[in-house]
């Protein structure tokens, strides 16, 4: 299990991507991100795992569009424990539903902020109850709170 200052670290470490634009597939800081692969990128910069030791398969950013098999959820699901939301801290991740499935993803930083990327402007910090959150009926879209449970 990684500790509060892992997750400190991690919500920092994603904040470094900031204005990275979105680019799906992508992880490379300032160049492009998208939103699943800002998770790897936050572990990576905040020494949790090494560069690399999460292989993700080329995937299209059309998927929640087309299928409802919980592809992006299977990866945090492999990686992280399911939290509740009253234990959610920084550096923990909320799940999404967009679509028919899970298919975004935000990096908690504390004091009600979020740090995700978005098709068209890249990484930037949300409030946790951003209105892009929630459906048209007001329903949370947030499917899940994971963090990342340490080991590859």
């Given at each position: ?12 470490a994603?904040?470094?991507w ?6 799906n597939n992508?992880?490379v ?6 939103c ?15 560069k ?18 919980e592809?992006?959820?299977?990866y ?17 991740f909320?799940l999404y539903q ?21 098709v068209?402007q ?12 929630y459906d048209?009926?007001g ?10 449970r340490?080991?590859?």
């Amino acid at each position: 299990m990684i500790t509060e200052a892992d997750g400190r670290a991690i919500a920092a470490a994603a904040q470094g991507w900031l204005n990275t634009p979105h680019v799906n597939n992508a992880k490379v800081k300032g160049v492009g991100v998208d939103c699943g692969m800002l998770l790897i990128g936050a572990l990576e910069d905040a020494g949790v795992i090494k560069k690399d030791e999460i292989a993700v398969k080329p995937y299209s950013n059309e998927w929640h569009l087309h299928h409802s098999e919980e592809w992006f959820l299977f990866y945090v699901q492999t990686y992280c424990e399911k939290i509740t939301l009253q234990d959610l801290r920084p550096g923990d991740f909320l799940l999404y539903q967009y679509g028919r499935c899970v298919s975004h993803a935000a990096v908690y930083c504390g004091n009600d902020a979020v740090c995700h990327a978005l098709v068209g402007q890249g990484v930037v910090l949300s409030d946790i109850d951003d209105v892009m959150f929630y459906d048209a009926r007001g329903c949370s879209r947030l499917r899940g709170v994971y963090r990342y449970r340490g080991g590859v």
